[in-house]
């Protein structure tokens, strides 16, 4: 059975940082990309980054693009998001998505929930 | 980029057959058969229930079917059944290398 199961929110400071991780078990890690989807309280899904299988190509949704860093660790079969110069509009629960084919989010974690206040 | 259009709400009787649109544009939608839609109850996380335009996952229903036409992808779901109650997200792959996702419908059972 795959789980993921993230870790790292918090509260933190307009202007300050948080490193979100997300562990994952039951599945080969290195066969599938990853990405990280935020839901805020009472709305919508939002995509904000993926990597791919290997780790060589990142991507970044607009609203986050030079503020948050992806990564992977395949030797820990982790995923993390490096969240720096946060923002109220950061605030959400963040999950770790598995992707199995472009943009196709089969299995997600439960969420951790990061709220950014001043 | 902007989200992807659905329709707020939708509802439909149990029995029913019900469709959401998702609407995008000829860079996302439009460019590829890479749409998904989830599924979301309250408090829980989303559930995957089709992908690729029309595929569904191991385990998930075949009374939800999924289909696109130009820019605009729809999700059906025939036979209604109180459960069906959730709401509901479209999204796709961009040529900008991305995800991008609808603004989600709630679905009633009436």
């Known amino acids: 059975e795959v789980q993921l199961v993230e870790s790292g929110g918090g509260v933190v400071r307009t202007g300050g940082s948080l490193r979100l991780s997300c562990g994952a078990s039951g599945y080969t890690f290195t066969n599938h990309g990853m990405s990280w989807v935020r839901q805020s309280p009472g709305r919508g899904l939002e995509w904000v980054s993926g990597?791919?299988?290997?780790?060589?190509?990142?991507s970044y949704a607009d609203s986050v693009r030079g503020r948050f860093t992806i990564s992977r660790d395949d030797a820990k079969h982790s995923l993390h998001l490096q969240m720096s110069s946060l923002r109220a509009e950061d605030t959400a629960l963040y999950y770790c998505?598995?992707?199995?084919?472009?943009?196709?989010?089969?299995?997600w974690g439960q969420g951790t929930m990061v709220t950014v206040s001043s | 980029q902007s989200a992807l259009t659905q329709p707020a709400s939708v509802s439909g009787s149990p029995g029913q057959s019900i469709t959401i649109s998702c609407t995008g544009s000829s860079r996302d939608v439009g460019a590829y058969n890479y749409v998904s839609w989830y599924q979301q109850y309250p408090g829980k996380a989303p559930k995957l229930v089709i992908y690729s335009v029309s595929n569904r996952p191991s385990g998930v229903s075949n009374r939800f079917s999924g289909s696109k036409s130009g820019n605009t992808a729809s999700l059906t779901i025939s036979g209604l059944q109180a459960e069906d109650e959730a709401d509901y997200y479209c999204?796709?792959?961009?040529?900008?290398?991305?995800?991008?996702f609808g603004g989600g419908t709630k679905l009633t059972v009436l």
């Open positions: 999204s796709s792959y961009t040529t900008s290398n991305l995800g991008i």
């Open positions: 990597i791919s299988w290997n780790g060589d190509s990142t």
């Open positions: 998505v598995r992707d199995i084919d472009y943009i196709a989010l089969d299995s």
